[in-house]
């Protein structure tokens, strides 16, 4: 049976794709869910409609009344909470727990964004830093502002965050005053489509403000103008195709890329078996191969211990992966749901045999049956494997397998550990497990340069810690390198990507002008 095609609300309507478009699937049970298209739509019409009308009615606003109706899509979407973890248990195939990171994470960032707006209260410009004196005379100074961008945000998006992925984007340019667009990967649309649905219905942005089209994205970069800015979040081979566009080498369309990344644990070279700080990497291990079967672009890939506790880890870290029951997000007793597509089930096996290439199996969940789920399922259960020998390893340091899978590599000394950990080439987060604070601080700093964010767990935070593999609105998400080079979140600085910085020179009286329309950049 062929199933109804999701409208894409772009130019101000809701416009139906003109073919029978691309079906989405539930990945556990292989049932056809819904279709995505946006065949025949005038893409030129809504990038021009969203610029213009959306555009000017964002801008006419201040921070603080931005930053309201940030709080109403707040409302919305937890109002509608029930039918969004529906459709990411179908679209998705997650256990509630792991619909949550991705529903809830994303009201959580908005709500974090609508009260840091609120701050900024009736200011229309934000002044960045102090006056300063380009003469004797006080009179004529300089003062950097930075104004909102006057174009569109284009956001392509990645299949594992449908919602987080378009909230954690959505609420720093909607509170900058920029419009949106979003073009969801398709295998999980579903759920992107139907948020942005719930809050056009709603009337709580001006039309023209959110807009979103799913299906293929074949000729969103070129409607790009030299104005707007596009955020990617996806593989590096999708990224290369985006940063070679004319768009951003020629026209210098701002482009922000979130990509893949190896991503490490490393234990202290003075940890014991069994001492607090095995244990919370053990711990944080298993949570990460685990939450959203391993489909987290910061998930721990790469697990990195002294030699002498190589064996210990495996064994603890195997117990603990033996635990995790994997199948039907339904029944309540499965602790890990399936993979979102049999595409990335594929992929997922394909990478997992070229890791095998160079390390063995410690564990591999894939002998227990599955939980109300068949072979022919998206299910991929954890597997965890080891080399003895990670300093002459390739593979394992380049290929980044996105499901249950992570490598444990012993480390010598740990300056050998810190160049293991570089050969990543960039990535999101390093976390890092001590009962030393002038270990962690060491740690932090040697890895800081290669990474977006270190996360440095001992004792005292044990309880307290947001997590490895989860992004928080108040830090910076991103990594330099084959991470993406991107930066995404980090409190306010979020706002810098959807401003244009501007020196104003002139007489001290014009600049008091501007200033009383301006909020002080907090950071
Ligand atoms: P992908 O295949 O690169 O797709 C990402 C998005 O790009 C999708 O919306 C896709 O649309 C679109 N796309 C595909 N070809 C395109 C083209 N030629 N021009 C413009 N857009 C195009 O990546 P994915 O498989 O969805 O995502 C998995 C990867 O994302 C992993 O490597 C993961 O590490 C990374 N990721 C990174 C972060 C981060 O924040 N750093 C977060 C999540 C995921 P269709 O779906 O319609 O093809």
Redesign the pocket.
Known sequence: MTTPLLPNFFAGRWQTGADTG?PLFDPVLGTELTRVSNAGIDLAEGFAFARQQGGAALRALSYGQRAALLNQIVALLQANRDAYYEIATANSGTVAKDSAVDIDGAIFTLGYYAKQGAALGDATLLLDGERIRMAKDPAFQTQHIQVPTQGVALF??????PSW?LWEKAAPALLSGVPVIV?????T?WLTQRMVKDVVDAGVLPVGALSVIC????G??DQLQPFDVVS????????R??RS?RAVSELSVRCNI????LNSALLSPAATEGSEAFKLLVSEVVREMTVKSG????AIRRIFVPRALYKAAALAIGAKLAKTTVGNPRNESVRMGALVSQE?KASVLAGLAQLKTEAAVLFDGNTAPLVDADASSACVAPVLLGTESPMSAQVLHTV?V?GPVATLMPYDSIDEAYTMIRRGEGS?VCSVYSEDPAFTAQASVALASSHGRVHAISPDVAALHSGHGN?MPMSL???PGR??G?E?LGGLRALNFYHRRTAVQGTSLALDQIAAQGAKLPI
């Open positions: 691309t392509i998006n990645a299949f594992n965050f992925g073009k969801p990967a398709t295998a649309a299906g293929s994205s074949a969103l970069m990617f979040t996806g593989s590096a081979d999708t990224a195709i985006i566009h979130e990509a893949d990344s489909q987290k672009c910061t990335q980044e996105f999101l992004v998400h991103g990594g991470a993406g991107g995404e």
